[in-house]
């Protein structure tokens, strides 16, 4: 069955930075555009950033354009958001996300907290 699941979520000091794993297992991890959606307290989840299957490609929400990078390594099956210049509205817990065939599959979501 199809398994994401999120780690390295913790504590970052504003203007620190942080990355985030997804580790992928139960479909063809290489074939599948992936995405990282962040839910901050008391508000609806929202997109972050997705990457291609080859890694070729990669989008951005405008609030994290130029900040953060998602990358993967298809041979640990695994994707990662880095998070740098990170500021206190993005505390969230953060979710990676795959659609196969039409059903879509969220890990359990890792926990990032900015504060001083």
């Known amino acids: 069955q199809v398994q994401l699941v999120e780690s390295g979520g913790g504590l970052v000091q504003p203007g620190g930075s942080l990355t985030i794993s997804c580790a992928a297992s139960?479909?063809?991890?290489?074939?599948?555009?992936m995405r990282w959606y962040r839910q901050p307290p008391g508000m609806e989840r929202e997109y972050v950033a997705a990457?291609?299957?080859?890694?070729?490609?990669?989008n951005y929400a405008d609030s994290v354009k130029g900040r953060f990078t998602i990358s993967r390594d298809n041979t640990k099956s695994t994707v990662y958001l880095r998070m740098d210049s990170l500021k206190p509205e993005d505390t969230a817990v953060y979710y990676c996300?795959?659609?196969?065939?039409?059903?879509?599959?969220w890990g359990q979501g890792t926990q990032v907290t900015v504060s001083s």
């Open positions: 996300k795959v659609s196969v065939m039409t059903t879509d599959y």
């Open positions: 139960g479909f063809a991890f290489s074939s599948a555009m």
């Open positions: 990457i291609s299957a080859t890694g070729r490609i990669e």
